[in-house]
């Protein structure tokens, strides 16, 4: 893969996409071609499990480039393959993992909700600063309220104010944080954690997730009772290991 802003390092069974090349912490149209290139890849072509989005000890990423996506005229292309790219880590047929250290902002912080499992440097720092800068976050962002209630949503994109990774963790919006030595136990520890988990079950039970704040309960059940069947009728239930390719 030819890639300038970004880096990823492929392994089994975990493939990490580095985000340290990035200038200044931001990300430009080139960086979502980037991420989606790799992101095709690694659906289509890897036999990785786990996909982990790592910053600089500095940064994860400071958002999108302003000047970059408003250089004569709004590039709503530019905000639309951002979005849809955020979607595509989503659906991804692998667990996804951001690891945070340093400042995290704005459309960086999409990324990070986008992921399964959120963990933090107690270094690091997080704003939702749209606000500041005359910019409406992204659609993720508005999702926010999945993980610290309406009440708080509001304060954070409303004042942009920074908080800590300890605040991040007592809100629900990162799983955990670490002194930044222990950093890579804790991620060594968090993939053992859901190493024997059934991966489709495990997509299944994501999307539900996602699917039962935003659709009414009789769409909801019906959905649910579908896939319950699915399940059952393939006798996947049991493990890891079960032969469930068609689950999903």
């Known amino acids: 893969m030819d890639l300038k802003l970004i880096s990823v390092t492929e392994g089994d069974p975990i493939t990490t996409i580095h985000l340290d090349k990035l200038d200044k912490g931001l990300i430009t149209t080139k960086t979502i071609s980037e991420l989606t290139h790799v992101l095709h890849y690694l659906e289509d072509e890897s036999e990785c499990k786990f996909l982990l989005f790592k910053g600089s000890r500095d940064c994860f990423g400071r958002g999108l480039d302003i000047d970059h996506f408003y250089p004569s005229k709004i590039d709503y292309d530019g905000f639309r393959k951002w979005e849809e790219m955020l979607g595509a880590i989503e659906k991804l047929g692998k667990i996804t993992m951001a690891v945070v250290e340093g400042e995290c902002f704005g459309a960086a912080i999409d990324l990070v909700l986008t992921c399964d499992v959120r963990l933090a440097s107690e270094q690091a720092t997080f704003s939702h600063d749209e606000v500041k800068r005359g910019i409406l976050p992204g659609q993720t962002i508005f999702q926010l309220g999945k993980f610290c209630g309406i009440g708080k949503m509001m304060e954070l994109i409303q004042t942009g104010r920074k908080y800590t990774a300890r605040e991040a963790v007592e809100m629900g919006i990162i799983n955990a944080a670490f002194p930044p030595p ?43 009772l579908a896939a319950q069947h699915r399940v059952i009728s393939k006798g996947v239930a049991e493990g890891p290991d079960a032969d469930d390719s068609e689950i999903i």
Not at 195 to 216: D, H
């Open 182 to 224: 222990k950093m890579d136990d804790a991620i060594a520890a968090t993939l053992e954690k859901y190493a024997p988990v059934n991966m489709n079950i495990l997509m299944l039970s994501r999307r539900l997730a996602k699917e039962s704040f935003y659709i009414g309960y009789e769409d909801f059940i019906g959905g649910y």
